[in-house]
């Protein structure tokens, strides 16, 4: 099946830092990847659409400033938390749309970057 | 807003059962639906989708049956193994519109 590959799983960095997170379409290309936060217990809230080329679409409440958003080429997109307070701390997940065969264009996510922030 | 949500945030079950795990959707525009599992740290995992224009899809040990009528969507586990113990979730979408997630069920499967 087709693998969407995210980088780092985890990641603990010192408040007023910056964390790169990359999200990776292996065998598949994805003019369409997603960026998604989820809160312990919680459902996974949608935060932006990206689009290859194009500038994100964020989400209501989402500042574009502080979760910069790259998709560059079609296997991939980087979210950047910038200057990142422990609030940020959450878990973020990606996920990728594109075709693998078959009858319906699937979203396929990845395994998730949990981000402690101290 | 309209919204999908789930009626019971967690289900516990024996090993060997059948489960079976619920959600409601309000937008009747809503085409396709998929369930999701997610174990702890990992990302969702997509288990089975189904189209408005079925009522009933089956996969391996998996089952979704849409009713339009009321919006209830649910997934049938059978024969519910111990490694079926994660966090379900529903999601509905429209069109080519991005998905709408569910609260989530949490299926714990006792031995």
């Known amino acids: 099946g087709a693998v969407v590959s995210q980088h780092p799983s985890w990641v603990i960095c010192k408040s007023g830092t910056s964390v790169k997170i990359e999200c990776r379409s292996l065998d598949f290309q994805a003019t369409t990847m997603f960026w998604y936060r989820q809160f312990p217990k919680q459902s996974l809230m949608l935060m932006a659409t990206s689009n290859e080329g194009s500038k994100a679409t964020y989400e209501q409440g989402v500042e574009k400033d502080k979760f910069l958003i790259n998709h560059a080429s079609l296997t991939l997109s980087t979210l950047t938390v910038t200057s990142a307070h422990p609030e940020d701390s959450s878990f973020y997940i990606c996920?990728?749309?594109?075709?693998?065969?078959?009858?319906?264009?699937?979203?396929?996510f990845g395994s998730g970057t949990q981000l402690s922030v101290l | 807003g309209e919204s999908v949500g789930l009626h019971l945030p967690t289900l516990s079950v024996q090993e060997g059962d059948n489960s079976i795990i619920n959600c409601a959707y309000s937008n009747s525009a809503s085409d396709y639906f998929i369930w999701y599992k997610q174990e702890s740290g990992k990302g969702p995992q997509f288990i089975i989708d189904?189209?408005?224009?079925?009522d009933k899809r089956q996969g391996q040990r998996v089952t979704v049956l849409l009713n339009k009528t009321v919006k209830h969507l649910s997934l049938q586990i059978a024969a519910t193994q111990p490694g079926d113990s994660a966090v379900y979730f529903c999601?509905?979408?429209?069109?080519?519109?991005?998905?709408?997630f569910g609260k989530g069920t949490m299926l714990l499967v006792s031995p």
């Open positions: 996920s990728a749309r594109g075709w693998t065969g078959g009858e319906n264009e699937k979203l396929f």
């Open positions: 189904i189209r408005s224009n079925m």
């Open positions: 999601a509905e979408n429209r069109g080519y519109s991005t998905l709408t």
